[in-house]
């Protein structure tokens, strides 16, 4: 089962339109996890300090 997904993804890279969507799906998700790790949005504590001020 490993083996046929692995042979579903080489084939579906083949194609430029996947590697253009996967490749901006990438981009936007690095973008946000950038932003939120400027912010302290992705640590503990300040989920911590966000749910004590509530």
């Known amino acids: 089962m490993k083996f ?3 042979i579903v993804i080489v084939c579906a890279l083949t194609f430029p339109s996947v590697r253009i969507t996967l490749a901006a799906l ?8 950038y ?6 949005k992705s640590f503990l504590p ?9």
């Open 46 to 54: 300040y989920w911590l300090k966000k749910v004590r001020n509530d």
């Open 4 to 6: 046929i997904f692995l």
């Open 26 to 33: 990438l981009e936007g998700s690095s973008n946000y996890l």
């Open 35 to 40: 932003e939120s790790a400027r912010q302290d």
